[in-house]
């Protein structure tokens, strides 16, 4: 593991043109010839060798020219192939025979089997696992791929591209063959082959031109890929309508596997799928199941030209990619769904995972400039940070302007490797704009904190906003420039209503945003007739804390009048969260805890009125989680105190509140057939939102018993019985609808990983004996990283109490998982190693603990680059 550094980069010697691949598959040793035609660039020394990665592979045949190679003119090793004395500046044919054993392969990247099926996961660096290849980004040709496979076990052989042809081949073999016209780079190529079921489909794109999809899911599985499909077609249709992009093969095509190390992967016209994210139906996916397929279904089809038309120069362009392609899923669901609600779900997420990263061991740029293993950069930052500063740039240009940025961008850079550089410049110049000083958003690490502060001259009618931001220090970043953060906002007047275009001066200001782009900054607004309430960084226009003191009274009218409903969701937040901070310390030095009747109040208001839509009344009563919490307090974190204290918040707000809990379990059932639309889906959440209240008062295991028998749909079961063994872990109750659950569903790999992630989440360290006890069912697997993170990810990841139990178990138990899982998967080993990248603000006697557990795994006899990585930098 050396650290690889972008200011290291620089092109390759050796241009590829064509490259020609032949698999034999066969499970133990498939055989794959593949012809790579180079050139040597222009300039480059005739001297330089050309060297191709490998990773773990064993060379059969090695060819110049269709002439076995002499041994003297190439020095190899399991993961570097070196090839000397090569031709001036013609072209010339290398071809490398490899011989790979897909059975073997428990890393899930490269060539691997997962119930029966040959499928490949080549980004970041895979194909180097397949054969030597200059396994970078910036390496781009097209592919001709022929499969020749047993085809009775093979009937369907699948790769990038047109299909070419196939046919019978000899001894009960078949082959196909497959044409991607469109350079591209190797992390892309994809192949799979296996006896999979097939749901087809066409689209006819903005061209007219007809485009075959077909979805491949396991014989019998069929009926549960139609909203994967419906999906795909509208997000076909968005990417014509909105950034005017059209598909481009006459065929896509999307296969769900079971074993998988992340979401999905965007390979040329072959996206292959972690199953999760492509079966659905009423009777086995909740809401949240069938908005994650929306929303990965989008996300994978729109890297088609975010990713794969234009690419990544190095992976330290990741966000290039990733960000942009997060941006753009996320405006497809905000157009889809409710913007409002989306926009609350997207930013509990950012800083619940992104906001913590920031502030620890691991944070990095969104553009990082240095990296041990890849694999650990497919971070929150990367992606939802990313995405975060693509809508900032939105909101400084304004819809056009981001327009024109957009166009000039794959106009300029369509079939390239592009940079951040790139990017920016492309909306620079489309804008005649400079975006220097925004651009440190890619370049510095750590969230921003902007502090606020305003009063109000009667006499003058002036209100004026000191703003002041500072950006903390992160790891090999100490001191920091001062960012431009654009800031929407509002001034609420005592009617309710906001005052319009107010005269402001003291920076730039577009519209309703504010430019805070010095370190400190003040704005004078004009003629403002009463005392406003500002409501600031609305809609959450910059990814930044803010530390504005508001009274409740301000927070109240901001809460009830603020046209923009993400302002609304995060003044109900921010009343709330004193009284979660204040129970929580109360709850620590053992005191009562109490609750202020105007926040109860309020956050009731909002869940009765009818005139707001029932999924933001459910996002307004699903208050700060434990984690939130935590990361306001920052340091000395106990969560057992934190979980105390929030459940007796739970409480008073589900006494006050009974009848209009009682009313709203009544009264939200959607009507008629099961939909997973999201007004459905948004009552749906309010309704089971009514029934966890309802667990604090009297009657609530009958209640959550009786709901959990009459549930039509996943949704609601899961729910119900989520209220039960989070809430009444021991009755009786939640033992037998525990049983009916796992009886009912034991032949569904998706819907037991439910029954796994609700019972390693019940609050307490009780918990642990469980997830222990669990680990030893028949039902749970091991070696699928779907069950694996559904168990022991639920457990680190989302049950503080349990997790952090004051004795130190819970990480001992992660840690004895990491150093398991790490020789067999280690990126799924690092993955659950990041829920410790907190642990730095537990209380001393947790971190203790922690530190311990940490160096625990660094003395392991022998840890994969990813673990290795991680650790190092936790421990630092
Ligand atoms: N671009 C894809 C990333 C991905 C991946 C990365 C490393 C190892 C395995 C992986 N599987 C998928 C997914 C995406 O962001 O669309
Ligand atoms: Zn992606």
Not at 828 to 837: E, K
Request: aromatic share 8%; glycine share 6%; net charge negative.
């Amino acid at each position: 593991g050396q650290i690889v550094h972008l200011a290291d980069y620089r092109p390759t010697d050796f241009v590829l043109e064509r490259v020609d691949l032949t698999f034999e598959l066969d499970p133990q040793a498939t055989r794959l010839e593949s012809r790579l035609i180079f050139h040597r660039r222009e300039g480059v020394d005739a001297s330089a060798p050309l060297v191709l990665d490998g990773d773990e592979l064993v060379l059969t045949e090695l060819r110049l020219d269709q002439n076995e190679m002499p041994a003297s003119q190439y020095d190899l090793s399991p993961d570097q192939l070196v090839i000397r004395d090569l031709p001036g500046s013609e072209p010339f044919e290398v071809t490398v025979i490899t011989t790979i054993n897909p059975e073997a392969n428990t890393q899930l990247m490269g060539l691997y089997r997962t119930n029966g099926v040959y499928c490949t996961q080549c980004e970041a660096e895979g194909f180097r696992r397949i054969t030597y290849f200059p396994d970078r980004p910036d390496v781009l040709a097209p592919y001709t791929v022929t499969i020749i496979a047993d085809k009775a076990a093979n009937p369907v052989l699948l790769s990038n591209g047109n299909f070419l042809g196939g046919g019978n081949y000899d001894e009960g073999r078949h082959f196909a063959a497959w044409f991607d016209p469109f350079p591209k780079p190797s992390y892309l190529f994809a192949l799979v082959a296996g006896d999979l079921g097939v749901v087809e489909d066409t689209f006819i794109t903005m061209s007219e031109r007809e485009v075959a999809l077909k979805i491949y899911v396991e014989h019998g599985k069929e009926d549960r890929a139609a909203y994967a499909m419906d999906a795909l077609k509208r997000s076909m249709k968005w990417d014509e309508e909105v950034f005017g992009r059209e598909y481009d093969l006459n065929i896509f095509m999307i296969v769900a596997v079971s074993d998988f190390n992340m979401g999905a992967m965007e390979n040329k016209g072959l996206n292959v799928f972690n199953d999760k994210y492509v079966l659905a139906d009423p009777e086995t996916a909740t809401d949240q199941d069938y908005a994650n397929i929306e929303a990965i279904i989008a996300h994978e089809y729109f890297h088609n030209w975010t990713g794969n038309r234009i690419t990544c120069r190095d992976w330290f362009q990741l966000c290039l990619k990733e960000g942009l392609t997060v941006y753009r899923d996320h405006e497809f669901s905000a157009d889809q769904r409710s913007r409002a609600v989306k926009r609350i779900a997207e930013v509990r997420h950012l800083k619940a995972e992104q906001f913590q990263e920031d502030g620890g061991p691991l944070a990095h740029p969104v553009r990082p400039t240095a990296y041990r293993e890849i694999n650990n950069f497919y971070t929150t930052t990367v992606y939802e940070k990313g995405s975060e500063v693509t809508r900032m740039i939105a909101t400084i240009l304004g819809k056009d302007g981001f327009k024109k940025g957009m166009d000039l961008y794959f106009e300029r850079h369509d079939g390239e490797a592009a940079t951040v550089e790139d990017f920016v410049k492309s909306f620079e110049d489309a804008n005649s704009v400079d975006l220097k000083q925004f651009s440190l958003w890619y370049h510095q690490a750590g969230t921003p904190l902007v502090t606020a502060s305003g009063i109000y001259d009667a006499v003058a009618k002036t209100f004026t906003l000191s703003l002041e931001q500072m950006i903390p220090a992160t790891p090999g970043q100490s001191t920091k420039q001062p960012m431009h953060i654009p800031l929407s906002y509002a001034l609420i007047q005592d009617n309710g209503a906001l005052l319009d275009a107010p005269k402001v001066s003291g920076g730039q200001v577009t519209g309703d945003v504010l430019h805070l782009t010095e370190k400190a900054q003040v704005f004078v607004f004009e003629n403002v007739p009463t005392r406003p309430v500002l409501s600031l960084n609305r809609s959450f226009s910059a990814p930044i804390n803010l530390d504005f003191k508001q009274s409740t009274e301000d927070l109240v009218r901001i809460a009830r009048h603020d046209t923009d409903l993400f302002a609304r969701w995060q003044a109900l937040t921010d009343l709330a969260l004193p009284n979660l901070l204040q129970a929580a310390k109360d709850a620590r030095e053992g005191k009562a805890i109490s609750c202020d009747p105007v926040f109860i109040s309020t956050l009731l208001e909002a869940a009765a009125d009818e005139a707001l839509e029932p999924a933001f009344r459910a996002q307004a009563l699903a208050l700060p989680s434990e984690a939130d919490i935590a990361r306001e307090l920052g340091s000395n974190i106990d969560p057992d105190a934190i979980h105390k204290g929030r459940q007796a918040i739970l409480k008073a707000i589900a006494e006050s509140g009974q009848s209009v809990f009682e009313r709203l379990f009544n009264t939200m059932k959607p009507e008629g057939a099961f939909s997973p639309d999201a007004a459905s889906a948004g009552k749906r959440a309010l309704r089971n939102s009514a029934l966890g209240y309802l667990a604090y008062v009297t009657g609530g295991t009958e209640r959550a018993a009786k709901a959990f028998a009459d549930a039509d749909n996943m949704t609601d079961m899961v729910q119900a019985l989520t209220v039960l063994a989070h809430r009444f872990p021991e009755d009786a109750a939640t033992a037998e609808a525990l049983a009916t659950f796992v009886k009912r569903f034991e032949n569904n790999p998706l819907v037991l990983d439910k029954w796994f992630a609700l019972q390693a989440t019940i609050p307490g360290g009780d918990t642990l004996n469980r997830v222990n006890a669990l680990m030893e069912h028949p039902l749970y697997v091991a070696t699928n990283p779907n069950r694996v993170r559904s168990l022991v990810g639920s457990l680190a990841f989302a049950n503080p109490t349990a997790f952090n139990r004051a004795d130190g178990e819970g990480y001992r138990l992660l840690g004895a998982q990491v150093t398991q899982i790490d020789p067999r998967n280690p990126q799924l080993a690092a993955r659950l190693l990041t829920a410790m990248r907190s642990w730095r603000a537990l209380d001393a006697s947790r971190a203790d603990h922690a530190r311990a557990a940490l160096l625990e795994i660094d003395r392991a006899p022998k840890l994969s680059t990813d673990v290795r990585d991680l650790i190092e930098r936790m421990l630092k």
